[in-house]
């Protein structure tokens, strides 16, 4: 079983809808969390940190459930800019990162 | 913008050759890590190290070496390069503690 599991989508969202997928993960001694964003033959960046009460970036809400061991993200009010794979990234108990195979989101006009 | 850089960005490079793939951080993290990612599919993690002569094996078998003799410097090595290898290369760095990770721009290397 891998260690942080995504579904692979793709989510297609018209522009200006909302948009919200999950993300879970197998250690429950993970310790910290985090969205990225990676285009097409790009690097994967940072999109938002998630923090155990939650947290918004303008039009993007992160939660996380350490009960039953996943996170989301949120995208309202989606941009054409949107379109990307997300990355759902896991901090293991040895500080290593954990990715996840990444979720793809088209935004159609 | 991460200060994290990776060279060359592409190669192409016949059979059997040896290739050193180059990474370098300007921002002093500890742990740095190279990724393999194929078009279109997953990260994998290859190799990692936690500091100076700490390195690891990933995930995803590799028949790459890598060396950290310096902090800012994590090379990835091929010593006999075969088109099975053609893929994009990814390093990573982030600070101790569990900090997010910065990626350079990949090295998208080709063997024919």
């Known amino acids: 079983r891998k260690e942080v599991e995504q579904d692979p989508g793709p989510f297609n969202v018209p522009e200006g809808a909302t948009v919200a997928f999950n993300c879970t993960y197998s250690?429950?001694?993970?310790?910290?969390f985090f969205w990225y964003r990676q285009d097409c033959r790009k690097e994967p960046k940072l999109l938002m940190s998630?923090?155990?009460s939650g947290n918004e970036d303008g039009r993007f809400t992160a939660q996380l459930n350490r009960a039953s061991q996943y996170i989301s993200l949120l995208i309202r009010d989606s941009k054409l800019s949107d379109s990307a794979t997300y990355l759902c990234?896991?901090?293991?108990?040895?500080?290593?990162?954990?990715f996840g195979a990444g979720t793809q989101v088209v935004v159609t006009p | 913008e991460a200060d994290i850089y990776q060279t060359p960005r592409y190669l192409v490079i016949g059979t059997g050759k040896k290739i050193t793939l180059e990474c370098s951080q300007t921002?002093?993290?500890?742990?740095m890590y190279w990724y393999q990612q194929d078009p279109g599919m997953e990260l994998h993690l290859i190799h990692y190290?936690?500091?100076?002569?700490?390195?690891e094996k990933g995930d995803l078998s590799s028949e790459s070496t890598v060396s950290r003799i310096r902090t800012e410097h994590f090379p990835l090595t091929l010593e006999s390069a075969r088109p099975s290898h053609t893929s994009q290369y990814l390093c990573?760095?982030?600070?101790?503690?569990?900090?997010?990770?910065?990626f350079g721009q990949g090295t998208r290397l080709t063997v024919v």
């Open positions: 998630v923090y155990s």
């Open positions: 921002m002093g993290h500890d742990k």
């Open positions: 990573a760095s982030s600070d101790r503690g569990l900090t997010e990770a910065f």
């Open positions: 990234v896991v901090n293991d108990s040895w500080g290593k990162l954990q």
């Open positions: 190290s936690y500091g100076v002569n700490s390195t």
């Open positions: 250690n429950s001694a993970s310790q910290s």
